[in-house]
């Protein structure tokens, strides 16, 4: 299910693009459609995932970032599994 289709650039023929999609959707495979829809094929160059459920790429922090930080500053900022990973059922 796609509920959000952006076109964030066009550089013919090269084109960016966000998509707001639940799980289970082939990114891959709408590009692969949308190129034989309008007839000359595509292929995806680079795929980037920036949310999943309540996790966002915003909100991450950096390798850099963790390896100047002590272990209690690592315990502040972890996510335990249960909000993590909701739907599994530990």
């Not at 090269?14 to 190129?35: A, E, M, P, W």
């Not at 922090?61 to 059922?89: C, H």
Request: charged share 20%.
């Amino acid at each position: 299910n796609v509920s959000a289709f952006d076109l964030l650039g066009w550089n013919s023929p090269c084109g960016k693009f966000r998509l707001s999609c639940s799980k289970g959707t082939y990114v891959r495979t709408i590009c692969h459609d949308l190129g034989k829809k309008i007839g000359c094929g595509a292929h995806m160059s680079a795929l980037r995932r920036i949310s999943s459920d309540k996790l966002n790429v915003s909100e991450a922090v950096t390798i850099e970032a963790l390896r100047s930080m002590g272990s209690a500053q690592i315990r502040n900022i972890l996510i335990p599994a249960r909000e993590a990973v909701p739907s599994f059922a530990f």
